[in-house]
């Protein structure tokens, strides 16, 4: 899955030590799969230090959610759980309060925090404020909150990207020929396997295997 994180400059080496302390999923390196969202953090980061602002380009092993060495805690909507992590982790403005690697959910955006301070404050109920995010626009990011979990992005490079682009191209077309799958069945079946997630990873050096061997790789997938 690609993902994008928004800031002042590019990013060469990703530093926790860097991340705040209070955020919606606590102290980590932050990113988000829908770039027009990094874009805005990335203007808004630009206003602060006077510059334009850069969005750093990932790709993330999605096996991280099956691989038991890192904890992972995924919110796939705006839900009471949610909210309780929001605040608990607002709360704590120098502290970690929780162990996870890696934790993705919607984003608590300006407006939301406006009505978080209200929460606190006793003006809103819980039930009222969620009943408001009901109709909210999906929003998306991701804490990666530990060194191992860093592990699981891989920075984009731009020629890397157009070659992976022509071996999945061509391992496609061999699901369509050899296997007589359909367009959409074969390029949900290759960029949903282990695979691919291998491949987009340039430190298994997975690219310079020949085209039948991961074909190969692949058929066992199946």
């Known amino acids: 899955m690609r993902v994008y994180h928004g800031s002042s400059l590019h990013i060469d080496e990703i530093d926790l030590s860097k991340g705040r302390w209070g955020r919606d999923f606590g102290r980590g390196f932050y990113v988000t799969n829908i770039r027009s969202q990094a874009e805005v953090w990335a ?97 998306h990011q991701m804490c990666f909150c530990s060194v191992l979990s860093l592990q699981m992005l891989a920075p984009v490079d731009t020629k890397f990207d157009a070659e992976i682009m022509l071996i999945s191209d061509s391992l496609i077309v061999q699901l369509i020929k050899k296997e007589q799958w359909s367009d959409m069945k074969a390029v949900n079946f290759f960029y949903s396997s282990y695979l691919y997630s291998l491949l987009i990873n340039p430190s298994t050096e997975y690219y310079k295997k020949t085209i039948d061997d ?9």
Request: net charge negative; glycine share 4%.
């Open 43 to 139: 203007a808004r980061k630009g206003q602060e230090t006077g510059t334009s602002g850069v969005v750093t380009e990932y790709d993330f092993m999605e096996y991280a959610y099956e691989d038991d060495r890192l904890k992972v805690l995924r919110f796939d909507s705006y839900n009471e759980d949610w909210f309780d992590f929001i605040i608990l982790n607002r709360s704590a403005p120098r502290n970690q309060v929780h162990d996870y690697d890696i934790v993705e959910g919607p984003v608590a955006d300006d407006q939301i925090s406006t009505r978080i301070f209200l929460y606190q404050s006793g003006i809103l109920t819980k039930q009222e404020f969620l009943d408001e995010l009901r109709f909210k626009k999906p929003t």
């Open 214 to 222: 991961l074909y190969e790789l692949l058929l066992r997938e199946l």
